[in-house]
Structure formats: structure tokens, C-alpha cells
């Protein structure tokens, strides 16, 4: 399960490409080609020239040469443009009256103006018979000395061009906007330095990581990373702490209670359930409070105070019913006040078996499910789309899955799905980003992958995208989750190599796509 928080809206428009869901039915907050549009400026100058031209309306212009802002906003009709003008004059306003679209023209005197202006009066306090005579020479030795002061600009130009930088034709445009790698710079206090089969989840902004293995050890030490800082923390627990493991589940309810389940250390394989409460409560509230006395109330308020149950505090609660075999390599879900388990290793052999803990009462039922079940696996993927879990991938210790499977979890009927082509995997990961699973890494049987496929869940086809950037290293047994329009991507191994890295791809233009929650997993598809 993943969660996401939403960025801020954009306030820009975006155009290029938008990757098209083909026979996708979604609603969105963009328009129908991806395009995002709100309150988008674009200007530009441009020399227009003007003319002196009294109207009825008493709007004119100036003779001169303006630049003419145009400023297009993207708000319904409305287009605004705003001319200022060199030389003298007024503010001319036209429009229509009822309209959004106007223009605005602004004179505004210009120096050369002023100057001008000040030497025709200067000359005119002399007399006629001296501005007579000296007129014509003062103006032939004008268009001189302008003659001469516009071939000295023109040169400098000239010179000073030759070394400006000029556009090249042999540059290749930019790419459209597309997904991305890029390995996380991250600080704090640092998990282990090698990290594989733990577990993540998303606790309302905070990553919390549990469990797994470096090549020697197995830990269950939890780990908090701050996704927008990129830092760690260390945090100290309290309470029943499960021994340390590898390969289990931990499974987010009412985003605060973290149950971890089964897993393993080296040989060893178990089935005990655990609890994180993630966040601080009450021994009894305020009001259930008993005072024997006024003069011991404000005591017992200070005892309140000190009886809160401390953060990140484990329990180990009890159940009652069929509880699963010991496991490990298994999946989980959280359906209706109900957790879900599914296949797994028991140490001997792969499984395929599905158990049901109803939280109300935390009673195990092992289910007795129909239809087409998948084939005994582990290290698959398994992901909650309303109601209906869908498994896919793993191995049984012999053959690495292709396979897709859809448990109704009303019906409780499994239904295997004909995708368009195999695409064998194991130890990947599966996160849902809308109406897409992006299936990350993982093995295919013969070797490790950082290839990112895309499941279409209304489609039932694997899509690939381009991705820029320098992608991880191949690997499996790593852990992936989505938030703010970004994936995940925690440790892993290749065969030799435990990871410490986190890697992130951003998704670019399909941050889209987790908006898109109005799609069907549909009989008829199936």
C-alpha cells in the first residue's frame, strides 16, 4: 500500500507529449490532453509605431515609437495589453463596454523630447534674422555629427558582436519532460550500510523502515526518513520489539498501527504478530476520570500528564483462531477492518494459502477461496485495488512467475488475467501510481534488472516509458513507495552487493496519473 501526498497546484502551462491510457475510464483535475492551465503570463516586446490620431471618444496616440507588453492570461476570454509610448500625450483607453478585452495606451514624454522642446525655446527668445541665418548650417552640421555618431554605434556593435555567444544549429532540443533517476543526497543518522528484504511504509509524511539484512546480520531496528529533508532518524521503541528479521510483512492501519508479521533470521522462520503504535494517546480520557476528592484533583492531573503511552511503543497482541504457518516471502493487505496474508516460504516449501485477521476480535480464519489460485510462491507482489488483491510475479524456488491473479476479496474467487505478454520477475516491486502498477527491478530468471515497467490495471498490458537520468544499479529484495509524485527506491542486493542507496524517480509528466482513482478492475477484462 502507498500513499502520496498532492503538490501544490501549478501555475504554469504545460505542453508536450502526455502519454495517452488507452479504453481508460478517469476522472482528473487536468483537461483531456494532460495539460495543466492556470494563471499562465507570457510577454513579449515588440516596437510598434504610433500615430497622433484625436477620435469621438477623445482617445489618441503619439507620434513616436512605443513597446507594446502583451501580457496573455489564461482566465476565460480576458486579454490585456498595455502600450507606453515615448513622447507626449495623455492615457488613451479603448474597449467595449460588456468585454473582458481591452487596450490601454500610456504616452509617456521621452528625454529627447524634453531636450528638444528646450532648445526651440531657447532659440526662439533670439531674433528672426539670427535664427534665420544660422538655421540651415546648425542643421547640416546636425546630420553631420548624427551621421557620424550612428557609423561609430554601428561598428561597436559590430566588434562587440563577434564575441556574444550565438545560438547553434547543431544542438539537439531538450527532451520533453520525462521521468527521472537520480540517487538521493541524503544526512542524519544513517541506517546500516547494506539494507535488503525490510520493509517501508508511508506514515502520514515520514517513511518508516523496519527489519532486514546485510550480509551477515539481520536487524529490527526501525529507521525514519523524512522524504522532503532527506534526513534519518534513529528513534528509540519501546515495548515487546520483534526479533530481528528479514522477508516479513508490515502492513499500515488507519495510517498509525504498523503490524509486522512473520520473517525470518537465517534459518530461522516465524509467525508471531506484532504492533507499532506510531502515535500518543491517553491512558483514560479527561472525562472518564474519578476524583476522590478536590484536594487530590490537580494531583491526579499531573499524574495524567505522566501516564500517556510513549510514542513508538511495540505490543505483541494476542490472537485467537488458525493462525498461519510460519513464513516468510509473504504479502499483505488491509481490507474492511481485516488483514489479509498470502503465500510466502515456510523453509521446506512455497505456499499458497490465504488468512484473514479480523482486527475487531484479532481472530485468524484461513479462507477457502475458488476459482483460478495461483501456483505456491514467494518473494511476489500483491497490491489492493478496492477490492480486489492482485498478485503477481514471484517464484517457488524453481521457476520465476510471469502471472497475474485477482482475489475478489468479497467474492473471494480467484480470477487469473491473460496479459498481453509475460514479463517474469521476482523480489520486484509493485507500487500503484493510479491506474498503473510500476513494477521496479527485481529478477527475470537470469539476472538482476533496474528496468521500470508499467501494468496497465484497466488494460491488463505492460507499457514502457522513457527514463533519463542514471538508474540504479540491477537488483531485487529492495523496497519502493510513492510520495509526492516521486518514487522510492530503498537498498536492495544483486547477488553480491547489499545496497544502502535510495534512489528516486520522478515521475515528470506522470505526476498525473495518481490523481486518476475513478477506474474499474472489471469482470469482463479479466
Known amino acids: 500500500m502507498s500513499s502520496q501526498r498532492p503538490r501544490d497546484n501549478i501555475s504554469s502551462k504545460i505542453t508536450g507529449h502526455i502519454p495517452s491510457l488507452a479504453n481508460t475510464s478517469f476522472s482528473s483535475a487536468g483537461s483531456p490532453d494532460g495539460s495543466l492551465t492556470s494563471g499562465s503570463t507570457v510577454q513579449s516586446v515588440t516596437p510598434v509605431p504610433l500615430t497622433a490620431a484625436p477620435s469621438q471618444d477623445n482617445s489618441f496616440s503619439v507620434q513616436g515609437s512605443i513597446s507594446t507588453i502583451a501580457l ?192 525470518g533470521d537465517g534459518p530461522q522462520y516465524f509467525n508471531e504478530l506484532y504492533m507499532l503504535d506510531t502515535g500518543n494517546k491517553l491512558v483514560a480520557p479527561c472525562d472518564q476520570l474519578v476524583y476522590p476528592d478536590e484536594e487530590n484533583m490537580e494531583i491526579d492531573i499531573f499524574h495524567l500528564a505522566l501516564r500517556r503511552i510513549d510514542t513508538l511503543t511495540w505490543t505483541n497482541p494476542q490472537t485467537t483462531g488458525k493462525r498461519p504457518r510460519r513464513r516468510r516471502a509473504h504479502t499483505t493487505c488491509v481490507y474492511n477492518n481485516c488483514i489479509y496474508v498470502f503465500g510466502g516460504g515456510d523453509g521446506v516449501q512455497a505456499l499458497n494459502d490465504t488468512y484473514q485477521l479480523n482486527l475487531a476480535d484479532m481472530h485468524w480464519t484461513e479462507l477457502k477461496t475458488t476459482g483460478a489460485i495461483p501456483i505456491s510462491r514467494g518473494y511476489h507482489t500483491s497490491n489492493l485495488i478496492k477490492n480486489h488483491f492482485i498478485v503477481y510475479g514471484g517464484s517457488d524456488g524453481h521457476e520465476c512467475f510471469s502471472d497475474v491473479h485477482v482475489l475478489d476479496l468479497e467474492t473471494k474467487e480467484w480470477t487469473k488475467i491473460d496479459v498481453n505478454r509475460p514479463l517474469p520477475r521476482l523480489s520486484h516491486t509493485a507500487t500503484q501510481v493510479g491506474s498503473y502498477l510500476f513494477v521496479i527491478g527485481g529478477h527475470d530468471g537470469s539476472r538482476y534488472s533496474c528496468d521500470v515497467m508499467m501494468l496497465n490495471l484497466v488494460t491488463w498490458s505492460w507499457e514502457t516509458r522513457k527514463v533519463y537520468g542514471i538508474p540504479p544499479a540491477g537488483r531485487g529484495y529492495h523496497a519502493s513507495l510513492l510520495y509526492d509524485s516521486r518514487l522510492f527506491m530503498f537498498g536492495g542486493y544483486d547477488g553480491q552487493t547489499v545496497f544502502d542507496d535510495i534512489y528516486i524517480l520522478d515521475l515528470s509528466t506522470c505526476a498525473y496519473l495518481p490523481q486518476i482513482t475513478d477506474f474499474q478492475v472489471l469482470k469482463d477484462a479479466l
Not at 114 to 137: A, E, F, L, M, P
Open 72 to 263: 496573455s492570461a489564461a482566465k476565460g476570454t480576458t486579454l490585456e495589453t498595455t502600450a507606453l509610448a515615448t513622447g507626449t500625450g495623455n492615457i488613451a483607453k479603448s474597449g467595449t463596454a460588456g468585454s473582458d478585452n481591452y487596450t490601454t495606451a500610456v504616452a509617456v514624454p521621452s528625454a529627447s523630447t524634453q531636450q528638444s522642446h528646450q532648445r526651440s525655446q531657447q532659440s526662439n527668445q533670439g531674433g528672426s534674422s539670427s535664427h534665420n541665418g544660422t538655421h540651415g548650417h546648425d542643421r547640416s552640421h546636425g546630420r553631420q555629427a548624427e551621421s557620424t555618431s550612428s557609423s561609430s554605434k554601428h561598428r561597436a556593435r559590430a566588434e562587440s558582436s563577434k564575441d556574444a555567444p550565438r545560438p547553434s544549429a547543431t544542438v539537439s532540443p531538450a527532451p520533453i519532460p520525462a521521468m527521472h533517476w537520480t540517487r538521493a543526497k541524503v544526512h542524519g543518522q544513517i541506517p546500516p550500510k547494506d539494507l535488503r528484504a525490510q520493509t517501508v511504509n508511508l506514515v502520514g509524511e515520514s517513511v518508516y523502515v523496519f527489519g532486514g539484512c546485510d550480509p551477515k546480520n539481520c536487524f529490527n531496528t526501525l529507521y525514519i526518513f523524512d522524504a522532503d529533508t532527506m534526513h534519518w532518524s534513529q528513534p528509540k521503541t519501546y515495548g515487546s520489539i520483534p526479533p530481528p528479521c528479514r522477508a516479513h510483512s508490515s502492513t499500515l492501519v488507519d495510517n498509525k498501527r504498523l503490524f509486522v508479521f512473520g520473517g
